[in-house]
């Protein structure tokens, strides 16, 4: 099956095309060596091996006029189909293609690593769609696990996460549960200020995982309407815990609650890959800094190797500063995917990190704040009901 079509005569493009996908996406591409595009989704489907791809690509010596047209007609018939369209990209072109249903425009003389980034958005904004078609039932016996991530330390991992779930506790009062997986130095219950009685320890005990009410009440409840499962206070203890543990756990939690938050160890460890598996989405967080940006590359490409990454895939910058010599674009070109959320650096966060109240508890008017609650919209019913065309937008800093 493939995941992607491209119909143009351009042999060069479509060359670099596959090295964009083969370069770190799943999938392959097929390709319609012509300029010559078919009337409507009946006519380009019948000349495919399957049913329906994720993303069309309308290449380059493409008429463009035709281009819009097709655009436009599978804007109406196809809706879920995420269609790209090569061209050098001017104002007025821009209009016109988002008006005949164009996600998003790609430069004709785009590196591999630029397609790449735009293709991962372009998948994003298909899997989004995708699922908000599916029926409601599906999604109401589970809830959704978002697993934070990230292969380097010291990026403020731990303050997304705490932040995020303060977030999602102000959509969803007493049906948030934040999860630290941190086992052996977990900063949950300083991030939140808590002195919890019970730890993860417990609530992989034997009689949690046989019985939901015992492992609610080893849940610690935060005055922001969110439930905490924090960290083991010996970190000898984490030694004890097995990633099945970990796996069924996150099951009950999914089953009890709308959003379970899992804030994790930094890099990859049984523990963390064993999370991801029970993850629909991952929040990877990274800082402006070389270091940063690599480990994230490195992680990234290590698991869409393993083929365990899920598709809700949401990439925070965080601590952004447009004076430290790295723009959103080089981040972008490095990691092959696309930035959805920048967090600037802010004095503000700092401050309440250290006090233990994440800044999105208290009503603080700050730049960060604006950012975090870009996030937490990522993951709110009622920003999904609008549906998802603005969720990939471009982030600037």
Known sequence: MSRFVLITPNADFDSRLRQA?????????QTFLTNLLPAGPYDLFAQLNQNQPEVLILGPDVPIDEALRLATVLDVQVPDL???????????????????????????????????????????????????????????????????????????????????????????????VLVDLDLQFGDVASGLYLSPEHTVT????????????????????????IYALCAPDNPVDADHIAPEQVTRLLEQLAEEFQYVVVDTAPGLPEIGLAAMEACTDVVWV???????????????????????????????????????????????????????????????????????????????????????NQLVERFSPHDQAKGQRRSHRRVVV
């Open 286 to 372: 990274s800082a402006m800094d070389i270091p940063s940006v690599r480990g994230l590359r490195s992680g990234l490409n290590i698991l869409r190797q393993l083929n365990i990454l899920p598709e809700g895939k949401h990439v925070v910058l965080n601590m952004a500063d447009a004076k430290c010599g790295l723009s959103v674009q080089d981040i972008e070109s490095t990691i092959g995917a696309p930035v959805d959320v920048s967090v600037p650096r802010s004095r503000a966060v700092a401050f309440s990190t250290n006090r233990g109240v994440p800044v999105l508890q208290e009503a603080k008017r700050d730049p960060a704040v604006k950012g975090l």
């Open 202 to 225: 417990d609530a992989v005990s034997p009689a949690a995982s046989q019985d939901t009410l015992v492992l609610k009440a080893f849940l610690t409840v935060h005055p922001s309407s």
């Open 21 to 29: 996908v083969t370069g770190g996406l799943q999938g392959d591409v």
């Open 82 to 176: 995420t269609v790209l369209l090569v061209s050098e990209p001017d104002p007025e072109l821009i209009l016109q293609a988002m008006r005949a249903g164009v996600r998003d425009i790609l430069s004709p003389s785009a590196d591999p690593a630029q397609m790449r980034v735009l293709l991962e958005r372009a998948c994003q904004s298909f899997a989004s769609r995708h699922r908000l078609e599916q029926p409601q039932q599906a999604h109401s016996s589970k809830g959704r696990v978002i697993g934070v991530f990230s292969p380097k330390g010291g990026v403020g991992k731990t303050t997304i996460a705490t932040n995020l779930a303060i977030g999602l506790g102000k959509v969803a009062p007493m049906s948030v």
